[in-house]
């Protein structure tokens, strides 16, 4: 089995920053890549940013500039989310991914942490 594990996030005011952890843990083989995705009450859950194991990045527009995902690179298996000038609109619910292949497997799939909150107050 694999399992992440997230830390961070909490309440800030806005402007504030806050960063998140996760890690993969289990029977790894590969991590393909990692991310970071969200999802506000009564909306879908969106990409906000996104790692592979080459170190290329993807990002959100709306927070292209604000926030930086970023991987250890003695620990393939972490990733960071560093989110600066943080706005209320970028409260909500914040769920690590994984993309990986499990040592007794053949296939990738996907992973996900069980989430933790950020909220911005205004």
């Known amino acids: 089995q694999a399992q992440l594990h997230e830390s961070g996030g909490g309440l800030v005011q806005a402007g504030g920053s806050l960063s998140l952890s996760c890690a993969a843990s289990?029977?790894?083989?590969?991590?393909?890549?990692m991310g970071w995705y969200r999802q506000a009450p009564g909306k879908q859950r969106e990409l906000v940013a996104h790692?592979?194991?080459?170190?290329?990045?993807?990002y959100a527009d709306s927070v292209k500039g604000r926030f930086t995902i970023s991987s250890r690179d003695n620990a393939k298996n972490t990733v960071s989310l560093q989110m600066n000038s943080l706005k209320p609109e970028d409260t909500a619910v914040y769920y690590c991914?994984?993309?990986?292949?499990?040592?007794?497997?053949?296939?990738?799939?996907?992973?996900w942490g069980q989430g933790t909150q950020v909220t911005v107050s205004s």
């Open positions: 790692i592979t194991s080459g170190g290329s990045t993807n």
């Open positions: 289990g029977s790894i083989f590969r991590v393909n890549a």
């Open positions: 991914n994984a993309n990986l292949r499990r040592r007794d497997s053949r296939q990738s799939d996907d992973y």
